[in-house]
């Protein structure tokens, strides 16, 4: 996680969050997901390669 802030006077300021999650499972014999509601299920086998990335940007004015 990265995560920069500045502050351009006491009242006004901004910050950057970037994150990522990386997951790579090889040569699985089997792997089981449970998803949604009714709770399905989802197996795979063999490879499985899962990649996340999240960004944010806020832009901030304190009133007091």
Do not use: A, Q, W
């Not at 990522?20 to 390669?49: C, I």
């Amino acid at each position: 996680m990265i995560i920069n802030e500045n502050y351009f006077t006491k009242k006004f300021h901004i910050n950057v969050v970037l994150e990522f999650t990386d997951y790579d499972f090889e040569d699985m014999r089997e792997f089981t997901l449970k998803v949604g509601p009714e709770l399905e299920e989802v197996v795979v086998r063999d490879d499985f390669l899962n990649s996340h990335y999240y960004g944010i940007f806020n832009l901030m004015y304190e009133l007091c």
